[in-house]
């Protein structure tokens, strides 16, 4: 992953890494009805037009995956820290700067408003589909268990397998196959083809597939798996690209 962050530059990953631009290759490899939906996109705090908006939706950032701020009650809003945290987000561009994620090099720093999805159950679980040229070799759920986030790495006919990853709990318990999972890969893999490595992030709301994001250095490839087989093992699913002349 360090190898690809360094020699692999094709354009589109800029696209690919945008929370709003990537929503045209989703639409075209795969079809709008796995996005989620979108109310606004702005370049500025002073661009979102609350009024429109409904009671809950969700606030991110298009350059980056950990800025957003829920909101699930609109009159609550503390709108001078808001406008003070997107105004932070605006000025950094953490992947690049910090871990030299290429792809995150010229991303343009806007807000997206977005619906915010909710699941009967009560828990919105992240599936997250690692992905090898459009072939999905392995899936991680990130599921919560006893106030602690963990995580449980499952093949594609859904076993459980003996791995962990650094710095996150394994999940303890049993997860229930999802009866849409044939079509969770049918998504993953028409969305990575071509593709040396990405890694899949989607949720399956009331058994509505609705696409996350795409990742392609997860972890800032800081992080091991355990056992050290099972690195070597997915180390092994990438083929390295030839570099293109010049």
């Known amino acids: 992953l360090q190898w690809l962050k360094v020699f692999y530059h094709p354009k589109i990953l800029h696209e690919l890494v945008d929370k709003y631009e990537v929503r045209n290759y989703v639409e075209d490899k795969i079809g709008a009805s796995?996005?989620?939906?979108?109310?606004?996109?702005?370049?500025?705090?002073?661009?979102?037009?609350?009024?429109?908006?409904?009671?809950?939706?969700?606030?991110?950032?298009?350059?980056?995956?950990?800025?957003?701020?829920?909101?699930?009650?609109?009159?609550?809003?503390?709108?001078?820290?808001?406008?003070?945290?997107?105004?932070?987000?605006?000025?950094?561009?953490?992947?690049?700067n910090g871990g030299q994620e290429w792809a995150y090099k010229h991303v343009k720093p806007r807000i997206i408003v977005e619906k915010l999805l909710e699941d009967k159950s009560g828990e919105l679980v992240d599936f997250k589909l690692f992905s090898f040229r459009g072939k999905v070799k392995f899936i991680q759920v990130h599921k919560w268990f006893n106030g602690d986030k963990c995580i449980a790495h499952l093949d594609t006919d859904w076993n459980k397998l003996d791995v962990t990853s650094q710095g996150m709990k394994a999940y303890p318990g049993v997860i229930k196959r999802p009866e849409n999972l044939d079509e969770m890969i049918m998504v993953a893999s028409k969305l990575s083809d071509k593709l040396p490595f990405v890694r899949v992030d989607l949720y399956n709301v009331n058994g509505k597939i609705i696409f996350g994001e795409l990742t392609f250095y997860p972890s800032d490839a800081r992080k091991n798996f355990f056992p050290e087989s099972f690195n070597k093992k997915v180390a092994d699913y990438i083929i390295l690209p030839e570099i293109p002349e010049g």
């Open 34 to 96: 796995y996005l989620n939906e979108l109310y606004q996109v702005c370049e500025h705090y002073n661009e979102i037009d609350f009024q429109s908006l409904p009671d809950q939706y969700i606030i991110k950032g298009t350059h980056s995956s950990n800025m957003f701020v829920i909101v699930d009650e609109q009159h609550k809003i503390n709108k001078t820290k808001l406008k003070l945290k997107i105004y932070k987000w605006r000025r950094k561009n953490l992947y690049y």
